[in-house]
């Protein structure tokens, strides 16, 4: 089974708007750690946000916020203002314990903004 | 200060050799992750070194081996290439679980 599941292969979305790019994981264990990466064109992968499994609050990295819904297993990237150079692969992951060093990635959700 | 460094960026190989490639960590990361990524597979996890020590491993064959050194450099090697094993492959560094991984730019290898 999936551990990390991104349903949307790709995204369209107009420059300046808000978009939401979906996540949902499986684990049964408590602690656990989500991410986001950025994959533009080039190839390197850029980290933009974590959420720790115990954090209660939502975590913010400027344009970014993760909606974590932990009952729904539900790991959301909000991107507010959305600009042309956010056009990239968009990949949710999770490390599952807190001495585990692997990283699972989901499948990716290909956005695309719109002039 | 220097990021995850790969080398070599791209890499065109024959079936049936064999290729190394390497990865140098921020300084002071310890933990150094591999992994493949293709189009149809998406980002799959090769193996984890921390300490010199294979700390984790993927579900990939044998001929899929790395290591890593006393200065947290790692290296990949890939034998007996297939055709199957052209991908991009990116290795990442981490200091602790909750600072997640710094990448490389990785290593384009294309098996012909």
């Known amino acids: 089974a999936q551990k990390i599941t991104q349903t949307q292969p790709g995204m369209f979305v107009q420059e300046k708007e808000a978009v939401t790019l979906d996540c949902t994981y499986d684990t049964s264990d408590q602690s656990y750690g989500l991410f986001w990466y950025k994959q533009p064109s080039s190839g390197e992968m850029i980290f933009l946000i974590y959420?720790?499994?115990?954090?209660?609050q939502n975590a913010t990295e400027g344009r970014y916020s993760l909606n974590f819904q932990k009952a729904r297993k539900s790991a959301n990237l909000v991107i507010s203002a959305s600009q042309l150079g956010d056009s990239a692969m968009y990949f949710c992951a999770m490390r599952e314990g807190v001495v585990d060093d692997k990283i699972i990635f989901g499948k990716g959700t290909r956005l695309h903004i719109l002039p | 200060k220097a990021g995850v460094t790969q080398t070599p960026r791209y890499l065109i190989k024959t079936r049936g050799q064999q290729v190394t490639l390497s990865c140098s960590p921020i300084?002071?990361?310890?933990?150094v992750s591999w992994y493949q990524q293709t189009p149809g597979q998406g980002l799959q996890f090769l193996f984890e070194y921390f300490s010199e020590t294979q700390r984790n491993k993927g579900n990939f064959p044998g001929r899929f081996s790395g290591r890593q050194f006393s200065n947290s450099r790692s290296e990949m090697n890939v034998s007996t290439l297939e055709l199957g094993d052209s991908a991009l492959y990116l290795c990442?560094?981490?200091?602790?679980?909750?600072?997640?991984?710094?990448f490389g730019s990785g290593t384009r290898l294309t098996v012909v």
């Open positions: 990442a560094s981490s200091l602790s679980a909750v600072d997640g991984y710094t």
């Open positions: 959420q720790g499994s115990y954090d209660e």
């Open positions: 300084s002071g990361h310890r933990s």
